[in-house]
Structures are given as C-alpha cells and as structure tokens.
Nanobody
Framework: QYQLVESGGGLVQPGGSLRLSCVAS????????IGWFRQAPGKEREGVSC????????YYTNSVKDRFAISRANANNTVYLQMNSLKPEDTAVYYC?????????????????????WGPGTQVTVSS
C-alpha cells in the first residue's frame, strides 16, 4: 500500500519552471511504474509523463515533450517532474500515481490513466 503526497506546485509566469515532487510512504517505490497526470478545469484527466521501474523507460505526452522531465530517486522514495518553459495551457492540478500491477508499456499507463494509488494533487497555475 502507498500513500502519495505531491508538492512543488504554485503560481509561475509563462516561460518559468517548477519542480514537482511525489513522496511515497509504504513499499519501496522503485518496484512499480509511476506517473504524473493532470486535470484542468472542465477537462478530463490526462497522463503527462510515466516511468517504469528498473531501467526507467519514460513516456511523455506530446504537449510536454522537450519541456518536462520525469525522474525517480529510489533512495528517498520520491519521483520528480521538472517542468520548464511553462505555458498557460499547463495550468492544472497535477497528480502522481503508482501502478502496482504489470502493464504492457509505460505509454499504456499514461494514455489509459492507470494507477492503483493516487496522491491528492498539487495546483500548478501558469499566468502573467
């Protein structure tokens, strides 16, 4: 079982950067795939970036490629999302999730919004 807590959200101007953190308590995080998802007002939740266990294969949705980077620090049971060149359309509540069962590809986790455990979310607002 996991409890996940996100942090690092806030208000940032367009072009700015934020680093989100997701700290897990419970089992070691490195056993499973982890993802970052977001939900903007009036929109469905979408997978932003996901990373497998082990070698850490990554997936990014097209709108964040070359701007966002997911990473994991197994020693402190934390996953990060570095977000650069932020745009107003990145405004959303960002959630991290753990998928504690096998998945075909990490892309599947993100595209199908798969996760057994979810954090409460952190608000990211990009505005001038």
């Amino acid at each position: 079982q996991y409890q996940l807590v996100e942090s690092g959200g806030g208000l940032v101007q367009p072009g700015g950067s934020l680093r989100l953190s997701c700290v897990a308590s419970g089992e070691a995080l490195h056993y499973y795939a982890i993802g970052w998802f977001r939900q903007a007002p009036g929109k469905e939740r979408e997978g932003v970036s996901c990373i497998t266990s082990g070698p850490g294969t990554t997936y990014y949705t097209n709108s964040v490629k070359d701007r966002f980077a997911i990473s994991r620090a197994n020693a402190n049971n934390t996953v990060y999302l570095q977000m650069n060149s932020l745009k107003p359309e990145d405004t959303a509540v960002y959630y991290c999730a753990v998928l504690s069962r096998p998945v075909t590809t990490v892309q599947t986790m993100c595209v199908q919004n798969l996760g057994n455990y979810w954090g409460p979310g952190t608000q990211v607002t990009v505005s001038s």
